[in-house]
């Protein structure tokens, strides 16, 4: 099976993961940070901003069975890319907004995307659409976290109704 890989910033990267890995065709979803200027962030460092990283989950996807364009679905479907550096009660830039593209191919959609939905709101949409940089998985208890410890901790909804 050939994967390929999409990153999405949408707030609690819980919730964003979980929501990923519900789709058929998502082969992994890990939490981790993106964005940032730091080496080998660790989770009070991001929320301390002091590195300037996003929460962020890297999906591994067949896109056999699930298209980016469906990914991108996901992604505007479970959180408010209106808000700047938030999401709900969750405030701070590592909660903002943001599409790290993997090649011209995924910048060219995740624009369109973005246009295209831009057409659902009254207010400017803030998601960054950056050329992905280093993704660094997070520490091992954000892992599957829903999965190990309930849902509803987090203001990203994994199944994708607002």
């Known amino acids: 099976m050939e994967t390929q890989t999409a990153t999405f910033a949408a707030g609690c990267f819980w919730g964003v993961e979980a929501a990923f890995r519900q789709l058929p065709g998502v082969v ?9 200027h730091a080496e080998n962030p660790t989770y009070q460092q991001v ?34 890319p209106t808000q700047l550096n938030r999401q709900g009660p969750d405030v701070g830039d ?7 593209t993997h090649g011209a191919e995924q910048e060219r959609a995740a624009i369109a995307s973005r246009d295209r939905e831009q057409q659902r709101y009254a207010r400017p949409i803030v998601t960054q659409i950056v050329p992905a940089p280093r993704f660094w998985p997070a520490e091992e208890y954000h892992q599957r976290y829903f999965e190990k410890n309930g849902g509803a901790a987090c203001h990203v909804i994994p199944g994708g109704a607002r």
């Open 47 to 80: 929320c301390g901003h002091r590195t300037g990283h996003a929460e962020a989950v890297e999906v591994t996807f067949d896109p056999k069975r699930v298209t980016y364009e469906e990914l991108l679905n996901r992604f505007w479907q479970i959180h408010d």
């Open 94 to 100: 590592q909660y903002r907004s943001a599409i790290f």
């Open 28 to 36: 992994d979803a890990v939490s981790g940070y993106a964005g940032g």
